[in-house]
């Protein structure tokens, strides 16, 4: 059965070529709607993770802190993961900088009388969380520190934008599958109808549902998997001269360093995907058909 | 057991909306093997009864039997089986045009999942009793309507059904060609397939001398 639904396949791709060919551009043009928007997302979501990546952290220090104390929380700090960037922020040089950041008021400033300035330690997480719950508790128990800021409230601000943005982006991918497959379903279907005739005659030689729907699910797979092969080969065009023309000069060569195609794992499960939509949508629009005959 | 006729109809009933009643109480009985003509005017309900046969049209009442089975309760599998006892053969052919004559007598076959080497050598053997072997590579709508409906036969007869149920087959046909799907019909018969040929060619009806059923006034009469 399988061999003669081959056949039957590639005769119905001889004899109705210009349908199948409009049928693989209009499904190419999809993909390739769909598949810009997944990797263009996919980009834009890995180089704002990127942007984010680094927070810092100031840990605020008792005043009469002993130098060993001092050693003694920089070593912890350093043991805890991904932490980065030490450094140690003493009161005077606190009021320093503090002047130094208001360059109108410096003056002023100067003559005020400022109460003083804690020791601070600073560093920088480098890692897409922030710091836990447990890291942080862990940290402002340590003998000689006051407090911990932790910037938390913009990594949660960040966390709920990243969180309604994969929400928003995974919407909008589920909408185009939907079209896509609204595409294939409605190209088979026409091919379908226009061999409404040679359907009429199997069924009235007795052939059975299945037998009728497998060259037109063959059919609809290899529409869908010729015209994903298509599309993947031209997003890889249209990216590779989008990313050319970007990077152009000194300043934005490094981009080409983050930004990224799909990988070989992605482009598979891409093609897997679009395989069974096509398998799925041209078994709906045969047995539409073929439960709408009057035979 | 062995009487058991082939087609049994009883108490037949059908009727189109808005039109007269094409079948008001029709009966029938057909032996296996038998050569039955089906006449009556354009519209008496000869493609209808043969629409019944095959499963396509329900009756409004009354039952038709095949080779033992009630045809108005088959359904899915059990159907497609029906059918494929079944040779049909149209006044239009029905053939897949752009394929060539070879892949159309294949389907039958194809549809009971013979293999490739019996199927080969079951349309040699229907192309040489019929005697289409050089048309076998041509493609169907380059076939004149005579060669179509010789293929369309060939196809019906490749899988050896019980019965044929030929729909006017000469309609579109000069007499020459007539003549031979008459004989070819025949032949077929005479190897024990059941055929009912539907004509109103009169000289067809008088020319052979076979068993008559005419369908007037929404009733089945057998007139010779």
Same mark, same amino acid.
């Given at each position: 059965?399988?061999?003669?639904?081959?056949?039957?396949?590639?005769?119905?791709?001889?004899?109705?070529?210009?349908?199948?060919?409009?049928?693989?551009?209009?499904?190419?043009?999809?993909?390739?709607?769909?598949?810009?928007?997944? $990797?263009?997302?996919?980009?834009?979501?890995?180089?704002?993770?990127?942007?984010?990546?680094?927070?810092?952290?100031?840990?605020?220090?008792?005043?009469?802190?002993?130098?060993?104390?001092?050693?003694?929380?920089?070593?912890?700090?350093?043991?805890? %993961?991904?932490?980065?960037?030490?450094?140690?922020?003493?009161?005077?040089?606190?009021?320093?900088?503090?002047?130094?950041?208001?360059?109108?008021? !410096?003056? $002023?400033?100067?003559?005020?009388?400022?109460?003083?300035? %804690?020791?601070?330690?600073?560093?920088?997480?480098?890692?897409?969380? %922030?710091?836990?719950?447990?890291?942080? !508790?862990?940290?402002?128990?340590?003998?000689?520190?006051?407090?911990?800021?932790?910037? !938390?409230?913009?990594?949660?601000?960040?966390?709920?934008?990243?969180?309604?943005?994969?929400?928003?982006?995974?919407?909008?991918?589920?909408?185009?599958?939907?079209?896509?497959?609204?595409?294939?379903?409605?190209?088979?279907?026409?091919?379908?109808?226009? !061999?409404?005739?040679?359907?009429?005659?199997?069924?009235?030689?007795?052939?059975?549902?299945?037998?009728?729907?497998? %060259?037109?699910?063959?059919?609809?797979?290899?529409?869908?998997?010729?015209?994903?092969?298509?599309?993947?080969?031209?997003?890889?065009?249209?990216?590779?001269?989008?990313?050319?023309?970007?990077?152009?000069?000194?300043?934005?060569?490094?981009?080409?360093?983050?930004?990224?195609?799909?990988?070989?794992?992605?482009?598979?499960?891409?093609?897997?995907?679009?395989?069974?939509?096509?398998?799925?949508?041209?078994?709906?629009?045969?047995?539409?058909?073929?439960?709408?005959?009057?035979? | 057991?062995?009487?058991?006729?082939?087609?049994?109809?009883?108490?037949?009933?059908?009727?189109?909306?808005?039109?007269?009643?094409?079948?008001?109480?029709?009966?029938?009985?057909? @032996?296996?093997?038998?050569?039955?003509?089906?006449?009556?005017?354009?519209?008496?309900?000869?493609?209808?009864?043969?629409?019944?046969?095959?499963?396509?049209?329900?009756?409004?009442?009354?039952?038709?039997?095949?080779?033992?089975?009630?045809?108005?309760?088959?359904?899915?599998?059990?159907?497609?089986?029906?059918?494929?006892?079944?040779?049909?053969?149209?006044?239009?052919?029905?053939?897949?045009?752009?394929?060539?004559?070879?892949?159309?007598?294949?389907?039958?076959?194809?549809?009971?999942?013979?293999?490739?080497?019996?199927?080969?050598?079951?349309?040699?053997?229907?192309?040489?009793?019929?005697?289409?072997?050089?048309?076998?590579?041509?493609?169907?709508? @380059?076939?004149?309507?005579?060669?179509?409906?010789?293929?369309?036969?060939?196809?019906?007869?490749?899988?050896?059904?019980?019965?044929?149920?030929?729909?006017?087959?000469?309609?579109?046909?000069?007499?020459?060609?007539?003549?031979?799907?008459?004989?070819?019909?025949?032949?077929?018969?005479?190897?024990?397939?059941?055929?009912?040929?539907?004509?109103?060619?009169?000289?067809?009806?008088?020319?052979?001398?076979?068993?008559?059923?005419?369908?007037?006034?929404?009733?089945?009469?057998?007139?010779?």
């Amino acid at each position: 059965m399988i061999s003669s639904a081959f056949g039957q396949t590639l005769d119905n791709l001889r004899e109705n070529y210009s349908t199948i060919l409009s049928g693989i551009v209009m499904t190419c043009f999809s993909l390739v709607i769909l598949g810009t928007f997944i $990797l263009v997302y996919q980009n834009l979501i890995h180089l704002t993770q990127l942007a984010f990546r680094k927070s810092h952290y100031s840990l605020f220090l008792v005043d009469q802190i002993s130098s060993h104390q001092k050693s003694a929380i920089a070593a912890y700090v350093k043991k805890i %993961p991904d932490v980065g960037g030490i450094q140690e922020v003493s009161s005077d040089e606190a009021k320093k900088q503090l002047i130094e950041s208001f360059v109108e008021a !410096r003056e $002023l400033l100067q003559q005020l009388d400022f109460p003083t300035f %804690p020791n601070i330690l600073e560093f920088v997480l480098d890692r897409s969380g %922030p710091l836990t719950i447990e890291e942080a !508790r862990h940290l402002k128990s340590l003998d000689g520190v006051h407090d911990l800021i932790t910037g !938390r409230e913009t990594r949660d601000q960040i966390n709920t934008f990243f969180n309604i943005a994969n929400f928003v982006g995974l919407f909008l991918i589920t909408l185009l599958m939907i079209c896509m497959v609204l595409i294939i379903y409605n190209t088979i279907h026409i091919a379908i109808r226009m !061999r409404i005739k040679e359907i009429e005659i199997l069924k009235i030689l007795g052939a059975s549902p299945g037998f009728i729907r497998l %060259p037109y699910i063959l059919e609809g797979t290899l529409i869908a998997s010729i015209s994903c092969l298509l599309s993947l080969g031209i997003i890889f065009f249209l990216y590779s001269f989008v990313v050319a023309g970007i990077t152009f000069n000194n300043a934005t060569y490094p981009i080409r360093g983050v930004v990224r195609f799909f990988t070989i794992l992605e482009m598979g499960t891409f093609f897997v995907t679009i395989m069974l939509l096509g398998a799925f949508s041209s078994y709906l629009a045969a047995n539409r058909i073929i439960n709408n005959l009057d035979v | 057991m062995q009487n058991r006729p082939l087609i049994a109809i009883r108490k037949v009933r059908k009727h189109f909306l808005g039109k007269e009643p094409i079948f008001t109480d029709i009966n029938l009985e057909v @032996s296996g093997g038998e050569f039955i003509f089906l006449t009556g005017v354009s519209g008496a309900g000869k493609s209808t009864l043969f629409r019944m046969l095959l499963g396509l049209e329900k009756p409004d009442g009354g039952i038709i039997i095949f080779n033992g089975s009630d045809v108005r309760t088959l359904a899915g599998e059990d159907m497609c089986r029906h059918r494929r006892s079944i040779g049909m053969i149209y006044q239009d052919y029905k053939l897949l045009q752009k394929r060539s004559a070879e892949d159309n007598i294949a389907i039958p076959l194809q549809i009971n999942g013979s293999p490739r080497n019996i199927r080969d050598k079951k349309i040699k053997d229907i192309t040489r009793k019929l005697k289409i072997g050089k048309l076998l590579k041509q493609q169907v709508q @380059s076939l004149s309507g005579g060669e179509q409906q010789l293929i369309a036969i060939a196809r019906a007869a490749v899988h050896k059904p019980i019965l044929i149920l030929a729909d006017e087959p000469t309609a579109n046909l000069d007499q020459k060609m007539a003549t031979r799907i008459f004989e070819v019909l025949s032949l077929l018969n005479s190897e024990g397939t059941t055929v009912i040929f539907a004509t109103h060619d009169i000289n067809l009806l008088k020319a052979h001398q076979k068993r008559i059923l005419l369908l007037k006034h929404s009733v089945l009469v057998e007139v010779h």
